[in-house]
T-cell receptor, first 111, second 116 residues
Framework: GNSVTQMEGPVTLSEEAFLTINCTYTATGYPSLFWYVQYPGEGLQLLLKATKADDKGSNKGFEATYRKETTSFHLEKGSVQVSDSAVYFCFRGSTLGRLYFGRGTQLTVWP | DVKVTQSSRYLVKRTGEKVFLECVQDMDHENMFWYRQDPGLGLRLIYFSYDVKMKEKGDIPEGYSVSREKKERFSLILESASTNQTSMYLC???????????????FGNGTRLTVT
């Protein structure tokens, strides 16, 4: 089927810690993959994307690599800041223009 | 930048009322979507539309309907609001995908609806 499995939260880290949020997907083809971020009280914003195998998306210090062999798109950041506290969603696309997504991971970063 | 505008940030309605949630996008996108977001459940797709006057049911269409009379506007209608429809409602739009690539969604800031 078509689904996205995302690491459950909440994740709590100290400032400057390393972040990984796992995301794996199932798909019959090679969908585009996305990470979105939702800050408190706001809608979702596109953080980064990758459209084919081995692509690396990056933005604001976050990175994710499209791994076809493990069907994964894990989000990483080397040194988190308090301002990164938000909910992160992993999405995958479909040929019908519809996106499938994980349930979101709440990240809290303490100073 | 794409702008997706939802008409209200907060709404309070009574049980049984007919409720309209409006969404407008300014980038001539073909696709528009309505989701609801609830703690522990993530985002769930209610309805979507690929073109004017087109609509498709998502995963949880019961109790909702939609209208897309113009390309830029996609309305979500709660025919008779109930307390279990208290939620955050998010509208999104996307362009037609390019070959070999899925389009990202552009979201509005959401409408928090409370039904009492």
């Amino acid at each position: 089927g078509n689904s996205v499995t995302q690491m459950e939260g909440p994740v709590t880290l100290s400032e400057e810690a390393f972040l990984t949020i796992n995301c794996t997907y199932t798909a019959t083809g090679y969908p585009s993959l996305f990470w979105y971020v939702q800050y408190p009280g706001e809608g979702l914003q596109l953080l980064l994307k990758a459209t084919k195998a081995d692509d690396k998306g990056s933005n604001k210090g976050f990175e994710a690599t499209y791994r076809k062999e493990t069907t994964s798109f894990h989000l990483e950041k080397g040194s988190v800041q308090v301002s990164d506290s938000a909910v992160y969603f992993c999405f995958r696309g479909s040929t019908l223009g519809r996106l499938y997504f994980g349930r979101g991971t709440q990240l809290t970063v303490w100073p | 930048d794409v702008k997706v505008t939802q008409s209200s940030r907060y709404l309070v309605k009574r049980t049984g009322e007919k409720v309209f949630l409006e969404c407008v996008q300014d980038m001539d996108h073909e696709n528009m979507f309505w989701y609801r977001q609830d703690p522990g459940l993530g985002l769930r797709l209610i309805y979507f539309s690929y073109d004017v006057k087109m609509k498709e049911k998502g995963d949880i269409p019961e109790g909702y309907s939609v209208s897309r009379e113009k390309k830029e506007r996609f309305s979500l209608i709660l025919e008779s609001a109930s307390t279990n429809q208290t939620s955050m409602y998010l509208c999104a739009s996307s362009p037609k995908p390019r070959p070999g690539e899925d389009s990202p969604l552009h979201f509005g800031n959401g409408t928090r609806l409370t039904v009492t």
